[in-house]
DNA sequence: GCCCTCCGGTCAGTTTCTGTCCTAAATTTG
DNA sequence: CAAATTTAGGACAGAAACTGACCGGAGGGC
């Protein structure tokens, strides 16, 4: 406890927590001398981590943005957010950073003691997920599916799984994970099927109690180019998913302003656009519609004119 | 460089990027011998991060799960990911760790390299906000402003920023902030105003482009008990809200398995049920009617039959 | 039973660390 | 402008540690 390298950790998570120290309450609470202290922010900077200081009257220590992240010390809570967070984001809450999400929630899950996870899983029943629609668009992942098989795939560690293809029945699997891919909505893993002796592409919702097997393996080399490459490849089934096309009777900046970040909108004239939008589930274009406040007509798909058709027969009746 | 602690943190980032590691591996990273890498891993342990080892063929040290959480060691995305999600979540995407994930946030916001945090930038550009029915909500807060706020108060640094009160003129204020709290879906500062005298509370979204002055100053002690109990207090106006209240005609579990998450479903009889859910727009409420595809009733409130009454005309002229 | 890996003791040489001086430089305050 | 405050950093000596080399042991997998 009285090491230094202990010692540097702990000033470098009193710099994070609280931003500004004078030298001397430094110096105390980490139970050295100032000379000491001086010593060990110059171990901070030489590691690369910008220590400033400040003379004079009211001066001090505060740790400033550098060339290179160093380590978070994080308190519980704050990894509880984290792991929470994270997990929203591998479902898709923030397109685009859900490979990043996914591996720093295996960090973080990995060192997390016992008592922390249990407050995250608390925590993720009463959370809405990603987005509203979600729940009518690809089923809900487990967040802990998708942990084991990221951590298999970073450990390269055989796993093994129920599977339940395109239709077809439930088969047990044993693999050699290669990659996650997130693509459109839904996960993917690249795998090396041990039984079957091929590569090939499983959607992760349709994989149920992956099990580590604790066994280890050298990593193969993938046929194509790219984990994604091949994913996309092998999606023989289309997206389903909707091209939704509709003509707006407001300006295009009412609409605009309402639907601009899920939306392309053209305008056509002074007091119309056209509004495109691609999803997999027609309720939250129907509410957007519905919220904009203006007439309008659907183009395309044809799925969309039932559906409102018979939205506006029972909204008629409940009301 | 070759110090022993930046080794040990060295380690410790291995040990978390890549589970298993062999031995010998880990000393030819390290730059030492395997009898120094042992006693590197000793180091650790005895500082609470519990490295697992594993003897035999195929043996390695791995990091396990322990009582204390370590330094979290990220790399560039991670971080990134870990800001926006911690943005996100700040903004109410998941209730109950607003104040964790902005102190996490600050954490990873204050060290991290600018490019990076013009990388956060241009993704909050993209993000879809928490849930949908967001913006017709609260008005979205400037994460930035968020930011700078909470470093201020976690660093005791007097501020000045521009507010906006309630249907007055817009003042320029200078403050001793004291603490944040989300309530409800809103953000408000506890602050003391250094020209009313008094202390104040401010909410966030009325805020605009507050400074850090780079003062800093003892913390005075808040005269009630508690911040969060302060802001209420001070609270008039009540929340604007909606509570909605509507009698579904299928049975309970259906309507469970659409809005678990989102409302409380009581069971009325075996074939309808009561669903109860408050919220600031009526959107969603419409939107999850639709979509659960059964007949119902509204009770409550009445601007919820208005705004149903309009959708279902406006929906059967378009189609 | 054999091989591979981690485990930990001992030892000597080297390095580093620490506290106590000291002076210098920057910055705020009066 | 001077005083006070606070960081900066050199010198030094003693204490503490770190390191590599060597060793026999122990546990796991084949």
Redesign the pocket.
């Known amino acids: 406890m ?3 390298s202990s ?1 540097t950790l702990r000033l470098l998570s009193l710099l994070q927590t609280h931003r500004y120290w ?3 309450e430094l110096a105390t609470r980490l139970g ?5 202290l ?6 901070l900077r030489e590691l690369g981590y910008p220590v400033e ?9 505060q740790l400033a943005a550098g060339a290179a992240l160093p380590p978070l010390v994080v308190d519980d809570d704050e990894a509880v957010a984290i792991a929470v967070g994270m997990q929203a984001a591998t479902q898709g809450a923030i397109p685009g950073i859900e490979e990043s999400a996914i591996r720093a929630l295996t960090k973080v899950v990995q060192v997390m003691p016992p008592r922390l996870r249990r407050q995250v899983d608390a925590l993720r029943a009463v959370t809405v997920p990603s987005g509203f629609g979600q729940y009518a668009g690809p089923p809900p992942l487990e967040p802990e599916v998708l942990i084991v098989v990221a951590q298999a795939c970073r450990d390269s560690e055989r796993i093994e799984f129920g599977y339940t293809g395109h239709g077809a029945a439930a088969t047990e699997r044993h693999v050699e994970p290669h990659r996650l891919v997130p693509l459109g909505r839904r996960w993917y893993l690249v795998a090396y099927d041990l039984t079957r002796h091929d590569w090939r592409t499983f959607r992760m919702d349709r994989l149920t109690s992956p099990r580590r097997t604790g066994a280890r393996f050298a990593p193969r080399k993938l046929p194509g180019e790219d984990a994604a490459a091949f994913v996309r490849a092998g999606l023989k089934e289309r997206q389903a998913g909707y091209a939704v096309e509709v003509v707006v009777h407001a300006t295009a900046e009412v609409v605009r302003a309402r639907l601009e970040r899920w939306a392309t909108i053209e305008e056509i004239d002074a007091g119309s656009c056209l509004v495109r939008m691609n999803t997999d589930s027609l309720d939250w274009p129907a509410m957007a519609l519905g919220s904009i406040g203006a007439e309008f007509e659907v183009r395309s798909p044809p799925e969309l004119i039932t559906m409102l058709a018979e939205w506006s027969a029972r909204f008629g009746r409940a009301v």
Request: glycine residues 14%; hydrophobic residues 20%.
């Open positions: 009285a090491n230094t010692r004078p030298g001397e050295v001398s100032v000379r000491t001086r010593r060990d922010v110059d171990r200081a400040n003379r004079g009257v009211d001066g001090g220590y």
